[in-house]
């Protein structure tokens, strides 16, 4: 478990060496069920500071990752993805100059991402306990549902007050984009738009680490 | 008359015999103490103030242990106002750390150490001292004025790994014994340089063979945790819901009434059915049986340090080495010969692999001593270091003089926030060096170290590497200063849709100037020529007027743009030109200049300046308490270096200028004060 968080901390590190990065993910379903996946990683309020530790080997004791790693990483995330069946569109947008990372696919089903993250697990790009049955889709139940996750307490609490103080700021988005209208949902943190057809849960990432805010969400449609 | 003299002598020489034969002798530091440290009760306790330190070291203990021990800390029938003397030292097998504390009430001391030691716990007396184990390698011993503290870590020495000739080197076994001499009950349990003997080879099998059970035992362990885990799935197709945390668990055993609160799970893992993992009895009764081995040894070693501090008359002595940088006016002196650290503790193995033994050794033989002082307004560490070789100490005390350089303190001015400033002789350096690197090194090699050496002298033109950079050169923060930044965010529509915006925010950018002294400003106007005319580089280095400039294309980082130049003898570069402009000088920019030109190595930071030119990096609430709390407390530091009586004299001062009654006291405040707003913090965070 220690290990799987660090793999997690290692991939994203030098985004995650500041206290100001944002993470954003959004599901667009359509009535068939298949969608657009995206997944943003913002650090750009901290890019003076990331440019700073970018010329730095070691933050923290922690090793600095070069562009170029980085780079080879996401890329091989996208590959993985793209050989994922019902996946496709896989596209990959790094910035540099911003500290913005972007990801997004085209799914024929919800179940295809959880499949895709669990490939990015079996090749240790992902950490062992991050989730990877993360959506579920019913069509006939009209159902589509946001699975829990795991608590990373323990894990947060083993790490130095250097490393805590990386998560003191950060931000988590998710939204979620229907072509149905939602009638109802199991959990009110997330804000339903006026038209009912698109939710957003927002909160510190520390919160959910904590599971002070829950990210289980099981919306019926009409 | 003859006889009655004769006789007056006999008399006399046989009491002066008696005398000596009976008097006690005092107690010498032992020679090999790597580390030595003098507390000045008498000055130090009139500084403390025990009202507000004596709740602290209770709240301390009651963190600790649940609740306090120990009601009044200024009463444990130790005497404050006596010298306390502590040392350390260290060998292959035993590291020891011993204190000597003067008792003034010897029963308040014993209820003291009862209030510490494990219950039950009975005291061993001695002929003349008591004693008892505060823990496994914490020994405490005392009699009616005297207590004595000693900390012993024991690790037998095992066959080597770092050194495969240590096994029949015994010259390496020798210097281990000499600890073994001081000690004689550690010497009956020291190695000894013995033929093969079959029986200890079998022993140490058999401790190898316990090191890897401990290793396949946790394997082991998880092994049955994974199984429970599958066996778990099987039955309900998901790992079992979170215990929730502080939450009491009653055992039905017990009435309601009296419902007993189980510690909180240390993790998910508490799924786990509270059956046992199988415990290796075997091997549990021979780690057992080897601590109580090592206890045996550690005890003895203690009692046998006991025997001798009680046996003598009380007084300490310390070696005049030690004590020759001591000023009896000073609050605390420690004495640290970071030689024998260096080539006995932690970093031997790898320096010896490395054979960088005998070059470190000889770079570190050096005695180092320091006088703390907490004055009123200000904590004072002069620091003494000195080489044990006076020859190399002279080539050491040549590179700190220097000559002054009025040129390069001018750059300071009213706005500095500190300064870091050199005057060294550069051209001594390589004295030093050469005689650092003179006799050292592997001993069959000598011959061809004095070549390399002569080769080296032949091919470096120390003369005209020192007019490079003589040794004179300054780093000056001039000041914080404010730069916007942009960055993007995300904004959304009423359907989620995220869209790119550009914000911008404040950040704080240093304004320094580093600036060196050359007596050949050619070679460095030929290296910035080179800078901006290489068909690499120019695309980053330009030159403009008598400036040469540095600029990384993008504007993300702490420093734009970079000036350098060569005027007048001096090498500058700087983060603004406006920095060379000659500037007005108040009374107090006129003392920095004044200090960073009169001494070899000095400094100055005014910490309350740049805490305002940080202040818009404190942005939540607990950071702008932090920033109050630090605002209203910290105070200006300050270091001077200098050659002085053979020896290399640092004084580093740090003002308080605080309310507090004194500057030990100012400490205490301070970490109160942090501790208070930590504990307060954590109260609306509990989970």
Redo the contacts between chains.
Sequence with gaps: ?KISFKQLLLLFSLLFLTSCF?I?D?VNVKADGSGEYSL?L?A??S??RL??ISKMETINGKKVPKRAEIESKINEAARIFKSVPGISNVKTVMDF??Y?LKLSCNFKKIENVNAGLEQLKAKNILGKMIPTQIYSHNSAKKTFIRNKI??F??DYNQLSSADKEVF??AKY?S?L?FENTVKSQSNNAYQL???K????LEGNILDFI?Q?KQIQNTVLFQ | MKSILLKTKTIAFLLFGFALAFAQNSMQVPSDAVFYMEINGKQLNKKINWEKFNPFLKQIDKKEKGKPSWNDYSKTGIKYDATQRHYARISDSVKSYTAHFVLDNKDKFQEFINSSKKKGLEVSKKNNYSYVDLDEDLFVAWNDQHAMITLIDYNKRSKDIWDEELVTDSVAVMADSVYVGVDSAAAVYEEEVKPFDYKEEIKYLKEEIKYLKSDIKSYNADIAKYQKDIKYLEKHHKYPE?KKEKEAVIDSAYSEESVEAMPPP???DDYVETEAYPVDSEYQKEMDSLKAEKFKIVKRIAENNFDKYFNSNFEIESSAEMLSFRDGNSDVFVYADYGKIINEGVYKNIYRLNNFTEILGKMYNSNTAYNLYFDKDKVRLVNNYQHKDPEIQENISAVYKGKKNKKLTALINDKSIGYYAMNVNGFKYFDMMYSLLQDSGDKEYQKEMQLVMETMKIVLDEEAIAKIAPGNGIFILNELKSKK?D????D?D?????KEIKKT?D?MVPDFTFAFATENEGYWKRIFDVLTTNKDLAKKFTKNGDFYSFKDG?S???VDQLFFTVKDGIVYLTTSTDNLNAKNHSSASEKWMKDSSKYPLSGRLDVQKILVGLEKEFK?TSERKTLDLLRKNVGELYFKTEAKGNSIQTEMNYNTNTNSENSLMYFFDLFDEIFKNMEADKKPQT?
């Design positions: 478990m944002d954003l959004k943003i913002n750009s309020k890019k003076t440019a700073s100059d911003n913005i795991n608590t307490k323990s003191n700021n988005t939204v984009q738009s006026p038209n057809k698109a939710m957003k904590l002070k | 979170e240390a993790s998910q930044v960055y993007t965010d995300y959304y009423d359907d989620y849709n995220e925010k950040i993008k993300n980082g702490y939540s989970l």
